[in-house]
């Protein structure tokens, strides 16, 4: 008798588990779904659900003038601020695990500050800066803004690489023969690859979805976007900016779904017993 309650008590928490993450995923995922859905909307209102359906929105999202230029300015930005960044982010994360460098937690508490800095304050003062250094014209700016953003996440990414990273293979190579810049191209940068690959996944999904601190600091011209999709939306009611929405989302899914097909990204966050990081 007691067997059969403590099957059925089971099974009552199997279900009731079962139940409360269905309807987690459900509210997280909803909004998500009735943009989407909203996308087809025949109508020239934005609006759910719809009542007819309809691809047009998406030929105008795509041949907008402005939502053509604002890509173009997210891919310079999203490429640039990669290609600073994770250089950056080596250097630092090399600096405060392996040399003697005084005030090493102040360093470090610096560098992941962005972290715990408001949007608003970042971009008000990108914003005075930019303006008096006769910078709000350029694209740069935007590289700068988005390169302290992501700075942080490149850093915590490597920094765990860095750290489970075994000395000895690099004592080995240099024992051979090679000189540090050998060392550091040929040993150190390819078991760092996990790392690497974690913070470019995080450095190019953050730098195309900012939005607070960039649009304080973007023109018409220079404008990414998520601003022209902000500005948009304010001007208009159609399902253009729904249109838009599936597509960067269908992006977004695509470069996540084919890094981890690709680089095997989920060892990279595995964590042992206790809290640590394992060697990945």
Do not use: C, K
């Amino acid at each position: 008798m007691s067997a059969t309650r403590g099957g059925v008590a089971w099974a009552l928490g199997r279900w009731t588990a079962r139940l409360a993450v269905g309807a987690l995923v459900a509210f997280m995922t909803f909004p998500t779904v009735v943009v989407i859905v909203a996308s087809f909307n025949d109508t020239a209102i934005l609006s759910f659900p719809p009542q007819a359906y309809s691809l047009r929105w998406y030929a105008n999202a795509l041949t907008y003038p402005q939502f053509q230029r604002a890509a173009v300015n997210s891919l310079f930005v999203t490429v640039a601020t990669m290609v600073l960044a994770l250089p950056l982010g080596v250097a630092s994360v090399l600096a405060l695990e392996r040399s003697r460098l005084r005030g090493r937690a102040l360093w470090a508490a610096l560098l992941l500050s962005p972290l715990i800095i408001p949007g608003v304050v970042s971009g008000l003062g990108l914003l005075i800066l930019g303006a008096a250094l006769g910078l709000l014209r350029s694209r740069w700016l935007l590289v700068f803004a988005h390169m302290v953003i992501v700075l942080p996440f490149v850093i915590r990414s490597l920094w765990v690489s860095v750290t489970n990273l075994d000395p000895n293979l690099e004592r080995a190579a240099a024992s051979l023969g090679a000189g540090p810049w050998r060392v550091f191209w040929w040993v150190t940068l390819p078991l760092l690859r996990p790392g690497l690959f974690a913070a470019l996944l995080f450095a190019v999904i953050i730098s195309l979805n900012e939005f607070v601190v960039s649009l304080f600091i973007s023109t018409r011209v220079t404008e990414i976007l998520p601003v022209a999709m902000f500005t948009y939306v304010v001007n208009y009611t159609d399902p253009t900016i729904a249109a838009l929405s599936t597509l960067f989302i269908l992006g977004t899914f695509l470069s996540v779904f084919l890094a981890d097909r690709l680089l095997d990204m989920s060892s990279i966050f595995q964590i042992g017993r206790g809290g640590r990081w394992e060697r990945v």
